[in-house]
């Protein structure tokens, strides 16, 4: 190939990587313009709405919370504690033990004196073999599955397939859900009939004070690698999930927090079992089913009933986060392929869906190509210094502008760290995360894309530590 | 391709300062408003609480009244009052109700709400319908009924829980029939609006039961069934035989709440409905309703093809005196489904310490607690 070609390559190449990237932060400032107005239109609602009634209110629907647990010891005793005291008029909690190798199904067995008990079960969905059903008459709330593991997918469907309630909600069990986040996510099943999921938003208990499984004192982690992801989860949640809401395109419930109505999940088929991305692949199969068969529906997100989640603290466990979240978008996406630009699927077919596949799921290849490429373009002298900085500039300066806005978001509307100082914490974790570690994560998703294949149905665990040890 | 760049992060810089701009003079501004509030609060509020504390022995004068209207016209100190009447609202009941309405009236709340109601801004309007509802003024409710064809969930959730407050019977009526099913509220939050109308709840049931449209029907045969009247009893009952299998559920959870047992032989027949739904609400109800004739209909239903069926009647059949006895008939008997569904719900909500109390007190041979053993013995063979 002779020179002058391959230097033609290499300079279109790198000003489509600049036309991407400014793309991309386009969309993601639209998303956050969007995210503020539907946030203030949130928060304006909240001035009239009802929920308060409802929470002592015999009309309030009853709930199944499903807690798929897997090798969970540390942390489900306190959980479990934690779900059955909350504040609902009637629910009941489901721990599904997938088949644990460690002592999880006991250390419930004996915390709450349950027995085994022979309920026969509906398999409206088909899940692995439940091996024992456990009960105490005096916590009559709380059922204890124990089942051949199968993955989270089908523990999920095997609560389901156990559950009494007409809205399932599934929480993991190393999340502690605040008093009225239940009556919060149900509202809106309440609110609209046809209401079929609703999310809630998923925030970092690490660095807060949890006594008796209640966050008592909202706080900032010592550990950089959880203070990095306080500040990413702000930005996906209070601008993606909050701007993707506001398109009536949501693609994903967090399968830490989620709500569903029962008969729509069994309809299409409840937790994909084959995925690691079960959350989000049941939300992309409602919007296939209920958009191919003109049935009306609605998927929200609700920004105020909190679930409490620990993060990783070391990059190992980051590593494994990151890889799995990319394999089950990346597993999503592939099954749907067909909704790609596809009018049939509307404003989920023409915008969520491509958005996903160009952005999120090839997004991290052309941005590590990017810090490549360009850098040596620069030393071989096919660029110039100023397109080199400017690159540099333009990449780092968006990412910190975006982390910014969501924080803002974050003290205009729900403002858990209402100090000064967690402000200035949080704003210079906005920026340092674009030196490094935000490049860190790109590089395990891209693990995720090469290791796609080989690891889409494994369940992907990492360390948890008990909530009653962390400040 | 540079001046694109450089530009879209000046705006985009600019957006976020203005962001933080905004933000801090918002926090400002609201500080500013809180510090004046502070300054006056106690004035205002103290002026109110002393008027209101009295209404019960004295008439507002002319002089307070002038002085309330005064504090109306100003935006803090009319913040306040409306908090004030809130909380009013929200703890008192009784002729002090009325009056605190009647107040509220005079001094222009409620026309000042009732302006609110013609904004744009439909979180405003939605604010002000349920400030109205709150404050149970009867003068509001022309502009409600003519925001009920609004087609936002939540102006037409407040509007009607707002008449329902308001508690007149008409206009209340009026409302509900000019609903159609396709309203998006969901069911339950329609019977608890129902269920909060402060009028003649009778007339409105007697009003609202029978409409053609069984999605509203059914809410109010089912609010009907909370309000737990028997003098509606025997109307809820005919809806037993309504072709409509909405109805007939909606009452027979009606009867069923209001533990109402006259209507047992109809609720029996209803456990061969040719709907599952139907005959495992009919279990559920007989529960319910703790009457013995439904025992044998009870085991029969054990065998039904649904499970639900099933489990309610199982649960249904132990819950009534006499039934556990019965328990002995089913484990003996051939149908697996119907033994496997009894021997679960006496180990889930029965409990199986009352099953070994039961076999203290009981002289029949084998226990039931054996026989419940050697039952699951040869099941797990």
């Known amino acids: 190939m002779n020179t002058p070609l391959l230097k033609s390559i290499v300079i279109n190449f790198n000003y489509f990587i600049i036309y991407y990237v400014l793309v991309i932060n386009f969309i993601y400032f639209i998303q956050l313009i969007l995210a503020a107005f539907n946030l203030s239109d949130y928060i304006r609602k909240i001035r009239y709405s009802d929920y308060k009634k409802y929470m002592i209110s015999d009309n309030m629907i009853p709930i199944s919370i499903l807690v798929p647990a897997y090798n969970e010891e540390e942390t489900i005793v306190e959980n479990i504690k934690s779900l059955i005291s909350l504040n609902y008029p009637k629910f009941e909690v489901i721990v599904i033990n997938d088949g644990s190798k460690d002592n999880t199904l006991n250390k419930v067995i004996q915390e709450f004196d349950l027995k085994e008990v022979n309920q026969p079960v509906r398999y409206r969905l088909k899940t692995n073999k439940i091996k024992g059903i456990y009960k105490n008459i005096d916590i009559p709330n709380l059922i204890l599955v124990d089942k051949e593991n199968g993955g989270k997918a089908d523990a999920l469907n095997a609560g389901i397939n156990v559950s009494n309630y007409p809205i399932i909600t599934s929480i993991d069990a190393d999340s502690i859900l605040e008093s009225d986040s239940l009556v919060r996510v149900v509202m809106p099943f309440i609110e609209n009939k046809k209401t079929v999921a609703v999310g809630g938003i998923v925030r970092i208990a690490n660095g807060s004070i949890i006594t008796r499984g209640r966050v008592v004192d909202i706080g900032l982690p010592k550990s950089s690698v959880a203070m990095f992801q306080i500040v990413e989860y702000l930005r996906a949640f209070l601008t993606g999930r909050v701007g993707w809401d506001a398109l009536n395109s949501l693609l994903i419930v967090s399968g830490a927090f989620g709500a569903f109505k029962k008969e729509a999940a069994i309809e299409v088929g409840g937790y994909a079992k084959n995925t690691i991305g079960e959350d989000m692949e049941l939300i992309v199969k409602m919007h296939e089913y209920f958009l191919r068969n003109k049935i009306p529906y609605r998927i929200k997100f609700v920004p105020d009933p909190v679930c409490w989640t620990q993060a990783p603290e070391t990059l190992k466990d980051l590593r494994s986060q990151r890889r799995r979240w990319q394999i089950g978008l990346m597993d999503s996406l592939f099954k749907h392929k067909k909704m790609f630009l596809n009018p049939r699927y509307k404003q989920i077919g023409l915008i969520a869906v491509p958005y996903f596949w160009l952005f999120e799921m090839i997004g991290p290849i052309i941005e590590i190509v990017g810090y490549v490429m360009i850098p040596l373009a620069y030393i071989f002298g096919l660029l110039n210094l100023k397109y080199f900085l400017l690159f540099f500039a333009a990449s780092i300066l968006y990412g910190i502008l975006l982390s910014l806005g969501a924080i803002l978001l974050e003290e205009y509307t729900f403002n858990k760290y209402p100090t000064l100082k967690q402000l200035i914490k949080l704003s210079l974790y906005g920026i340092l995360e674009n030196f490094g570690y935000r490049q860190l994560t790109t590089l395990y998703r891209i693990e995720g894309i090469i290791k796609f294949r080989k690891m889409k149905h494994s369940w992907g665990k990492i360390k948890r530590t008990s909530f009653q040890n962390q400040r | ?381």
């Open chain 2, 1 to 381: 391709m540079e001046l694109i760049v450089l530009y879209s992060i000046l705006i985009f810089s600019v957006i976020i300062i203005l962001l933080y701009a905004y933000l801090i003079t918002e926090k400002l501004y609201e500080d500013y408003i809180n510090r004046k509030k502070r300054r006056v609060y106690k004035d205002v509020s103290g002026y109110l609480d002393d008027i209101a504390s009295r209404l019960d022995e004295y008439e507002v004068t002319n002089v307070q009244l002038k002085v309330l209207k005064g504090f109306i016209k100003d935006r803090i100190k009319r913040e306040i009052i409306e908090e004030r009447f809130l909380l009013y609202f929200e703890n008192l009941r009784g002729s002090i109700s009325n009056k605190l309405t009647k107040l509220a009236e005079d001094i222009g709340l409620v026309d000042y709400e009732l302006e609110k109601l013609k904004s744009k801004d439909m979180h405003k309007v939605a604010l002000a319908c349920k400030n109205l509802g709150e404050i149970r003024s009867k003068k509001a409710l022309g502009s409600l009924l003519d925001l009920i064809d609004i087609e936002v969930v939540e102006v037409k959730y407040n509007v009607l829980m707002a008449l329902a407050k308001i508690g007149d019977e008409e206009a209340f009526i009026e409302a509900f029939k000019r609903l159609s099913k396709t309203i998006p509220l969901s069911e339950r939050s329609l019977v608890e609006i129902a269920d909060s109308f402060e009028g003649d709840k009778i007339y409105v049931y007697r009003n609202l039961m029978y409409l053609e449209d069984e999605f509203i029907s059914s809410i109010f045969i089912k609010s009907a069934g909370n309000y737990k009247n028997t003098l509606l009893a025997d109307e809820i009952a005919i809806f037993l035989a309504d072709e409509n299998k909405e109805k007939k559920i909606a009452a027979l959870k009606a009867l069923g709440n209001m533990g109402d047992n006259r209507y047992v032989i109809q609720i029996i027949e209803l456990l061969n409905d040719k709907s599952w739904e139907v005959r495992a609400i009919a279990a559920k109800v007989l529960g319910q309703l703790q009457d013995n004739r439904a025992l044998i209909p009870l085991v029969k239903a054990l065998s039904d093809k649904e499970w639900y069926v099933r489990y309610n009647a199982a649960n249904s059949l132990i819950s009534i005196e006499g039934g556990i006895e019965l328990v002995y008939d089913v484990l003996e008997g051939e149908d697996r489904f119907a033994k496997d569904i009894v021997v679960s719900v006496l180990e889930t909500s029965y409990g199986w310490d009352k099953v070994l109390e039961y076999d203290m007190y009981s002289s029949r041979t084998p226990k039931l607690s054996e026989a419940i053993k050697k039952y699951i013995e040869e099941k797990d063979r």
